[in-house]
């Protein structure tokens, strides 16, 4: 059969192949990484895809990054240190250049923060910035100060999300023009963009770090999970991301690639609506805690790729408590709950699910609904297209539960905390003042150990209170090819200074 | 030609008024784009604030009228997505959905065309019955489906074209006969029964017994006559074609306005969606029929 296919093909496309070059095998200098979807534009505080970030990573510095073990470390700024509680300064790395000559200086980090402050053209990233930024100073050209409204103890990990922009060339050029042609401090300058197609980034030989191993990465834009399985294993894409766990097996025994898994920063549960009966009586959200087997889950549904988490804060993430103990599977425990709140038969609620936003998202939202049905819950699960999920969940409309994924940078827990359980800030579904009081405590406590001692206390209080179903942190697969040598990031950043060529 | 033009575009602008009125409520009915475009930590405050700034806060109509303001001015409005004016971006798709449609049309005539003759020459027997799986599979099969196939076939296990991108002519291949495949299917149908009707004139039978040989029969008496009707089912499934670009795109990554406004529809980005429905579907498609068409031309 094959013989037959390769005779007729043969014949067939012999015409087509003779005129163009070879388009399978990749140049030997450069890299070619394949994503699902483009950038949208390049400007890093106009697109909020982490698909993107990925990318912007190559373009542009933060003033420090956060490496995988969690430790806050220098990039555009060489040191820091806290004048007082609200007051952070900043120094300055010498003799960086954007890419196209301007010098780095102080005025570019208080533009760009400026920027992501501005509340009448908001910029679509870091929402948050304007409530706990005051004022950002510079002091002279190599030192700046941020002042915060409030001791924020997160801040440091904050840097690493904000890429610094060239203040003068920005404001020649304006925000449309620079989104399409952007300079950066980064490893990589800006080559050809044919939209929707691939992405050219050239290295850049006076980068600060030195000059990058590898000359050329291409980030190409595959949608199909199976096509870009296809690209990596003919050679076209030397990293693809969100490996499909099907084609795993397949991969790792193809002696031309690896596989690379990594505890991922994003942590899946189903949330209740805290003040919509039945979910408003704790014993249910306990119930529901103990009737729910995440193991299994995990298990099951992911084939092992994913990790049971009993706290709402990622494990890889700076404050997650490492001695909680999570909820046994009981179901008789269960039951008996259900009774002593009153619901001795079950009740029926629906359970709102993202379809193909998280990988395999209905199918563990109707797992979750198949383990409820054995205390009695009915749990229906509806399946709706994410921006009028999001939309409703975000007006504070999901009447029941709802399964939903949360993480990323900055790999704090307060980042968490403040989007899903502080009335000060989000806590849309759920919030009661002894949260509130620990949450605003770890934010300003500024000692690493005593930050950890309260949010574990809060992680106890938050599991005792179980405004979530607790189910699983996710993994990222990566697909690469042998002659790359990169490592992934928890950040899920696709850092290519950090790679090199076999 | 200039009447049917001026008409066709007068008869346009009505359809599209009512068309962009129906995207306009649907889009609008159908998930805030301020909340999508905001990451994940975003607060409700920040929504409306967005929202306010991008003029979603105005009432229904006051956008609408403002949209179809700009609009006749030539503004569609900025993509919320990618920051750059709606139609030119959406018009820097069209060349690679041109190539693509284009392609497979060229391809679908010069494959259907054959075959179809052939087919009705061997009624009943095994060329006939080779064509008929042919198309069957063509109509049958989703576009996606054969799409993957071909990347499984041609580019993963034979290696002989890539299975993604734009720019040489091997990456125009596989998406190309994926789309002309689907496209072909009516098409060689159409010439077969067209072909068998005409077979069964009174003139094929005396233009073979003058002693003409068969193919001249076929091509110059035949073919001829067969062709309108293929012709017409031709320009018609221009139409279908557009929906089946978009699953090509997709499946090959293909950089063209199809995959581009499925991305605008899911993100809510509706400058870049009204842009489409205004500029290249209505107005491109409408024309294409007309000049495609020679039936809608002539009414």
């Known amino acids: 059969m094959r013989y037959a296919l390769q005779v007729v093909c043969t014949l067939a496309c012999v015409l087509v192949l003779a005129a163009p070059g070879a388009v399978l095998s990749a140049a030997d200098t450069s890299v070619s990484i394949a994503q699902g979807i483009d950038a949208q534009t390049l400007d890093p505080q106009m ?3 982490g698909s993107s970030t990925a990318i912007f990573s190559n373009l542009y510095d933060p003033l420090a990054m956060i490496d995988n073990t969690g430790k806050v470390v220098p990039a555009l700024a060489t040191g820091w240190k806290f004048l007082n509680d609200t007051t952070l300064e900043l120094t300055l790395r010498r003799g960086v250049t954007f890419q196209n000559g301007e010098p780095f200086t102080a005025r570019d980090v208080v533009f760009t923060l400026q920027r992501m402050m501005a509340t009448d053209h908001p910029v679509l990233t870091h929402p948050w910035i304007a409530d706990i930024v005051k004022s950002v100073v510079a002091v002279d050209d190599y030192t700046v100060r941020i002042t915060t409204a409030a001791p924020d103890a997160p801040l440091l990990r904050r840097l690493e999300l904000w890429f610094i922009l ?43 770090r030195g000059a990058p191993k590898i000359s050329q990465v291409t980030f190409r834009v595959i949608p199909e999970d199976f096509a870009r399985y296809v690209a990596l294993k003919t050679g076209a894409a030397d990293i693809v991301v969100n490996l499909p766990p099907e084609r795993v097996a397949e991969a790792q025994q193809d002696p031309n690639l690896r596989v690379e898994a990594i505890h991922a920063s994003r942590t899946i549960f189903i949330g209740m609506n805290t003040w919509n009966p039945p979910f408003n009586n704790v014993k249910v959200r306990q119930a529901l805690n103990y009737a729910v087997d995440s193991t299994q889950i995990v298990q099951t549904i992911l084939k092992g790729d994913g990790y049971p988490n009993p706290s709402p804060v990622n494990q890889t993430t700076f404050g997650y408590c490492p001695t909680l103990t ?3 599977h009981d179901p008789a425990k269960a039951r008996a709950l259900l009774a002593q709140a009153g619901y001795p038969h079950g009740f029926t609620a629906t359970l709102a699910t993202t379809i193909g936003r998280y990988l395999d998202d209905v199918q563990v939202a109707q797992a979750v609904s198949g383990q409820l049905e054995t205390v009695g819950v009915h749990a229906q699960v509806a399946q709706e297209e994410w921006p009028v999920y999001w939309g409703a969940w975000l007006s504070k409309k999901q009447p029941g539960m709802y399964l939903l994924g949360f993480g990323g940078a900055p790999l704090d827990a307060d980042y968490v905390m403040a989007s899903h359980f502080d009335s000060t800030r989000r806590g849309l579904y759920y919030n009661s003042p002894t949260s509130d009081k620990l949450i605003a405590e770890g934010r300003r406590t500024t000692s690493d150990a005593a930050r950890k001692q309260i949010y574990c206390q809060l992680q106890q209080y938050l599991q005792a209170q179980a405004p979530w179903i607790y189910l699983f942190d996710q993994q990222d697969i990566y697909g690469l090819t042998k002659r790359v040598v990169w490592q992934p990031r928890v950040d899920e950043l696709i850092w290519m200074y950090d790679a090199k060529l076999q | 030609m200039q009447g049917y033009l001026t008409r066709r575009i007068a008869h346009s602008l009505v359809a599209l008024l009512g068309v962009t009125l129906v995207a306009f409520v649907f889009v609008n009915a159908s998930g805030d784009p301020a909340a999508l475009l905001l990451p994940g930590d975003a607060t409700p405050a920040q929504a409306a604030a967005l929202r306010r700034s991008l003029g979603l806060d105005r009432p229904f109509l006051t956008q609408y009228g403002l949209f179809v303001w700009q609009a006749v001015h030539g503004n569609f409005g900025v993509s919320f997505r990618q920051q ?43 060329y006939d019955w080779l064509t008929s799986v042919f198309v069957l599979i063509g109509q049958s099969a989703p576009i996606f489906w054969l799409g993957l196939m071909a990347i499984w076939i041609f580019s993963l296990e034979l290696r002989l074209l890539p299975p993604f991108g734009r720019g040489t002519l091997a990456q125009l291949v596989l998406p190309v006969m994926t789309l002309a495949w689907y496209v072909s299917a009516l098409l060689t149908r159409m010439t077969r029964a067209s072909m068998l009707e005409v077979l069964d004139q009174d003139y094929i039978r005396t233009a073979r017994s003058k002693g003409l040989s068969w193919l001249p029969v076929i091509l110059k008496h035949a073919l001829r006559n067969a062709a309108i009707p293929v012709l017409t089912v031709f320009g018609l499934q221009f139409g279908e074609l557009l929906g089946g670009v978009v699953v090509t795109e997709t499946v090959f990554a293909w950089p063209g306005m199809g995959r581009a406004i499925v991305d605008a529809i899911k993100a809510r980005d509706y400058p870049v969606v009204l842009a489409t429905i205004f500029v290249a579907v209505n107005l491109l498609v409408d024309l294409s029929y007309g000049l495609l068409d020679p039936r809608i031309r002539y009414q």
């Open chain 2, 84 to 126: 750059l004016p709606a139609a030119p971006l959406i018009l820097s798709y069209a060349p690679a959905t041109a190539e693509l449609a284009v392609g497979a049309s060229v391809v679908s005539v010069v494959v259907a065309v054959p075959l179809g003759i052939i087919a009705a020459s061997y009624r009943g027997r095994l």
């Open chain 1, 47 to 49: 697109d909020t895809l």
């Open chain 1, 166 to 208: 060239p203040a003068d060339t920005f404001q020649k050029e304006g925000a449309q023009e620079f989104g399409q042609h952007p300079v950066g401090t980064g490893a990589y300058q800006v080559g050809p963009w044919a939209k929707n197609d691939h992405l050219t980034l050239n290295a850049y030989a006076e980068y600060w």
């Open chain 1, 326 to 328: 999570p909820y046994p």
